[in-house]
């Protein structure tokens, strides 16, 4: 039998806007598929207010940055006896409430080939052949280290982004708010809190989660600067929320 041709006009509403077939000439079968096709269409449900408000949600989560609290880092600059403890009461009470917790450390490969004679910094740091990956001074500290779920990533310069796939992790994470903590203050806590505001992300500082060299450095910082880009608050405000 020949295929019968019909005329069609149909208008199809779907989530998004309106759909028109306007005279258009098909056979019989094609009409039987069109029609299959406009039922599944006409069965989608349009994205309402509560869904909007869920989605956001989703993609506003809380993350905690733990940042070069490593061995050959805190031997150094950790004089403050009850720095760790602090921190690992940020760690824990994170985890109780679901927030990821994202260990940030620093590490290069043999021979230290990420670094340039240009970087004042780090080429001392290749010099002394320091915190090649696999040693121990790259090792997260025993008092905070990470327990299944956690989530490890390491860095190339100071910046917490900045040789790392965080920001990657981050998004897949739908991070929207990052707290920061972790050694030093003047340091990695600056750089990545920068980079972080111009990156849109909401920010919570951890000032006495967070350790200079310096102390005078360090209140400076957490009472003056960053202040403008940040809520600072201690551990144990943040863990009372």
């Known amino acids: 039998m020949t295929a019968a041709m019909l005329r069609s006009r149909s208008r199809l509403r779907v989530a998004g806007g309106m759909m028109w077939i306007s005279h258009v000439f098909i056979s019989t079968a094609s009409c039987w598929r069109l029609r299959t096709v406009c039922q599944l269409a006409l069965q989608r ?10 989605r956001a949600r989703v993609m506003d ?8 609290v490593q061995r050959g880092i805190v031997e150094r600059l950790a004089e403050d006896p009850g720095y760790l403890e602090r921190l690992s009461a940020a760690v824990t009470a994170a985890r109780a409430a679901g927030i990821p917790v994202v260990y940030v450390t620093i590490g290069f490969r043999p021979g230290h080939p990420e670094i340039s004679a240009r970087n004042r910094t780090f080429s001392a740091i290749a010099a002394s052949s320091g915190f090649a990956e696999g040693t121990p001074a790259t090792e997260i500290h025993p008092a905070v280290a990470p ?3 956690d989530l490890v990533v ?8 900045t040789g790392s796939d965080l920001d990657v992790l981050l998004r897949s994470l739908g991070a929207g708010t990052l707290v920061l903590s ?4 003047s340091g990695v806590v ?8 111009d990156l849109d992300y909401r920010l919570v500082v951890l000032a006495d989660a967070c350790l200079d060299a310096d102390p005078e450095v360090h209140r400076v910082l957490t009472e003056k600067v960053f202040p403008r880009q940040a809520d600072v608050r201690t551990v144990a405000e943040w863990t009372a929320q």
């Open 61 to 68: 989560a809380t993350v905690l940055l733990v940042m070069d």
């Open 182 to 185: 972790g050694i030093a203050t």
């Open 45 to 54: 449900v349009p994205v309402g207010h509560n869904d909007r408000k869920e």
């Open 154 to 161: 390491t860095k190339r310069r100071v910046s917490a982004f």
């Open 190 to 197: 600056l750089s990545t809190l920068r980079q972080a505001a």
């Open 147 to 149: 327990c299944p779920g």
